[in-house]
């Protein structure tokens, strides 16, 4: 690895990039006043067990460090709710992304596709993440929720202002540190839920063909959702509709990049996209991290963890877990079987991962169509995402050819 991390100037956030790591597989931070969770098999049981490790972390978080209940709900947002109500609001909008229905949308891919990279061809130059792997995913999950795919720019400043920085995750932060966290997420957070409410207002009144409009007018135990857990839902299907796909678009043509012998091998062989896609969320997991908090005393890992502590989940380290992924620093599409995480596990598994997996698939044989090679430009160094908890480029420029 340490070619790849000095080739592409990998932040050292990413520890899990820098080597194999030392140390035990649960182990309690003093520091961020953390329990961080790095081996695969405990992470399995973590995700595995919603009813000791429980998804609705913010009853754990000081109340300093959160906005005031008047600015900032997370009533509605799926990734902080446990059953039973996870699945009754996970079955809204299951019906969305059935094989069928994402299937379908396999056309739409392939002609966004080739209109962004006619696109980008004359304007000259290309940068995989602003030409490609940001607009295609955002146009495709806007088309499904009934907002315009258009105003993809505020979107994306809306997710760089929630995403891009590079904050440490900790419960330990002093009262300036705290204040301008707040403030930074809480701008764009506001900006977010007021376009959302506004489109979701309207949806009451004219109801589409749309998935905003199925939110609105969804009943959990014959009650309509509030219009704050609509705003919620929406979010999420929102931004975590395109991050996943952007990051993973991007990290896959890295990864031919800087093993070219698997991008030969996949040129020549394009049944192969698939696991080459799977290997890369393994090698370069985009989100590398999830929450959760203990509802009982819990041991793990050799380790007991008390009751209401927050656990934090390294997805991307427990990747490279040598105990379940031998040679795990080896970028090897043929892991058979490859058991990864990094959508997830458990009743929280992404409900997008077969659309990401589509888009990838879809969006990368284009490009090996289209380009004689995918190469990273040496005078137009790649740039990675900052924040600790994500793993991908922010800009990657290609050299066109």
Known sequence: MSDIVERYDIPEQHFWLHGPRSGPAVEFDARTGLWNVYGYPEMHEVLGGPATYSSDTVRVVPKELMPGEDDFSLKGFITQIDPPKH?????LVSSAFTR???????????ALTHELLDAARERG????VSDLAYPLPVIVIAELLGVPSGDRALFKQWADALFQRDTEVSLNRTAEERGADIEATMRPWKEMSAYLAAHAAERRRQPRADLLTRLVEAEVDGERLPDDQVVNFAIVLLLAGHITTTMLLGNTVLCLDAFPEQQERVRADRSSIPIVIEESIRFLTPFAL???AT???????????PADQMVMIWLAAGNRDPRRFPNPDVFDPDRDPNPHLGF??????????????????VALNILLDRFDALRTDPDDPVQFIPMPSLTGVRRLPLIQG
């Open 100 to 110: 069928k229905v994402v299937a379908d949308l396999e056309p739409r891919i392939a």
């Open 87 to 91: 699945g009754k609001l996970r079955k």
């Open 295 to 305: 509802t009982r005393e819990a041991r793990l890992g050799g380790v007991t963890i």
């Open 125 to 128: 130059g290309f940068e995989l």
């Open 344 to 361: 997830g596990r458990g009743i929280h598994f992404c409900l997008g991962a077969p659309l990401a997996r589509l888009e990838g698939r």
């Open 290 to 292: 999830l929450g959760r």
